[in-house]
C-alpha cells in the first residue's frame, strides 16, 4: 500500500483522531480510506447517469475572514448555464450561507461541487442531487 501525506489544521487532524477511537477504526489512515472511497463514489450512481437532475448546494462560511462570497460569485457566473438559483443570505453573528439551486447532468453538477469543495476556507458543505422526472406523478394529482 502506497503512502501518502496530506495536509490539515490541527483541529481536523484532532477530529479525525476522535472520529476513529470513537467509531473503532484502527486509525485515521483507515478513516481516510473510507471517506476517501465515499467522496470518489458519490456521483457514480447509475440511476443518475443520463437524467436531467436538480441539485441543492449550501455552503456555509465566515465572511469576515475569507473571500469565499467573491468567489461563490465567479463560480456562479462561470456556470451560469446550471445554476438556476443563488441564495445568499447572513446567520449567526459573522457567517453567510450561499444556496445554490442546479438544473443539469450528474457530470455538470458533480464538477460545480467539486468547485465549490475546493474552495478554500468554507466551513461546511452540503447538497442533494435529484432526478426532475421523479416529480411527473406529482403533477397529476387532481
Keep these: 500500500m502506497s503512502v501518502v501525506s ?56 465566515d465572511y469576515e475572514t475569507t473571500t469565499v462570497e467573491e468567489k461563490m460569485m465567479h ?27 442546479l438544473e443539469g447532468s450528474l457530470e455538470s453538477i458533480s464538477t460545480f461541487v467539486g468547485k465549490i469543495r475546493a474552495t478554500k476556507d468554507t466551513l461546511t458543505i452540503d447538497y442533494s442531487v435529484l432526478p426532475v422526472d421523479e416529480f411527473g406523478g406529482l403533477a397529476d394529482v387532481s
Excluded at 34 to 50: I, M, T, V, W
Excluded at 78 to 86: D, I, K, P, R
Excluded at 88 to 99: A, D, F
Design 6 to 61: 496530506v495536509s490539515m489544521p490541527e483541529e481536523l487532524l484532532e477530529r479525525l483522531d476522535d472520529f476513529a477511537d470513537d467509531h473503532g477504526y484502527t486509525g485515521r489512515s483507515e478513516v481516510v480510506r473510507e471517506a476517501s472511497r465515499n467522496l470518489l463514489g458519490e456521483f457514480e450512481d447509475k440511476k443518475l447517469e443520463g437524467r436531467d437532475l436538480m441539485g441543492v448546494v449550501t455552503v456555509v462560511f
Design 75 to 101: 463560480l456562479r457566473h462561470e456556470h451560469e448555464g446550471l445554476v438556476a438559483s443563488n441564495f445568499h443570505s447572513h446567520v449567526g453573528g459573522h457567517h453567510c450561507m450561499e444556496l445554490f439551486v
